[in-house]
DNA sequence: TGTACATCAGTGAACGCGCGTTCACTGATGTAC
DNA sequence: TGTACATCAGTGAACGCGCGTTCACTGATGTAC
């Protein structure tokens, strides 16, 4: 880790906002808390104090904007959480002339897609049971799944139907094994790794080998 | 989290281990820190000092057996690692009179099997980049995956052949997979999971769908 | 058999660090009269 | 138009904490002679 500054102030060049704009810092904050989350290797790594450094304020000040460095990361967390679904969802409206399996492949890749551009996000998003704003019975991540679902289904890959909150258990095997490709290609960087869509396809299309189905 | 005793030194009633014993700390050490991962949620929550305490021993007592928290650490990851390698092939030897479809999937379900029942230590193995002892071109993982590999092939289910470091692509598909749902289930407990059988099979009867084979 | 010495296993006390958080304060800007 | 006051946006200084690490030390046990 490269050195860092001490100073315990904010940047002596700084300026309050003006009246009215003290709203301001809030976003500067989320920005610096995500900046420091997307180049550090996970939420430990993210401090108060290195924040506030980050936005050029003293410590104190992120108090006038969040109870504590929770409600800080909870801020991050939906404003990825929106980034996400987004671009899942421009993923799969852009494939409208495409079958059900096409489509779902976007989606497939477009999640990986996400999850290597943002590895430090990705993180946040489904990491460790710490993740902030996380209620056992709530389930942020939801409207991403439903769309996954739903192209899964599309795809004629669901015969059994939904399961508990909805979703087929079809769709949560798709899901568990994108967030594998994501995680460990992520954290084994110097593993020999196919391109990711060698990955997907392999998933998509696994033969059916010498097996029968389970009878269980 | 529980307030912890600040307590400075060892337990008071500890005794020397006699000489020529030393060695035997290093051990209790060890079992110490996989105490303190399995029960944490992270390397971060292991502490050298938090190590100590729970060997009832001084701080700097840790120094006669590691040269610092890391290689502390690099112990555990071996130790878990031969665990983890030892259950899988218990799986697989114990299935001799199975198919390959069959003998895959007690491979699948012992590998999830130890993640459920070892969340920390899973974590320690398969967790973030910084996990200790990871050289970017040697894999301490590569045993297992070469296990998993094997019953793949058996199972009919690699018809492209192998990749890179003699794994094929698909193998890499199923222990992403697998990989996903331990630590999906693990971080996101509030979930409505089905049962891990249940998964493990709609993820190896993935039935094709109305797609074709992706061309490219 | 006695005694000086070496070695082993471990501790006492302290260091400087960054951390989250609290309290009282400052200085600029707007508003009431 | 002037002036007293309220409010807003933020800071200065300090707190106690656990951390990793270092240095000098202790007390028991074995070994050489």
Redesign the pocket.
Known sequence: MAT?T?R???APG?R??????????RGELVAAASALLEEGEGEQSL????VARRAG?????V??HFA??RALLVAVYEARFGELLATLENAGGGGDGLDGRARLRALCLAYCGYGQAHPGHYRVLFGTAGSPGWEPDQMAGLPALALLDEAVRAAGRAPGGAGAVGIAPETLGVWAALHGLVTLRRDRPGFPWPPVEVLVDALLDAPAGDGVRAAS
């Open positions: 860092m001490t315990t102030t904010g700084r309050p906002n003006r009246r009215g704009e003290g709203a301001l810092l401090s108060l104090r290195a304020v003293a410590p104190q000040s108090y006038l504590d460095v």
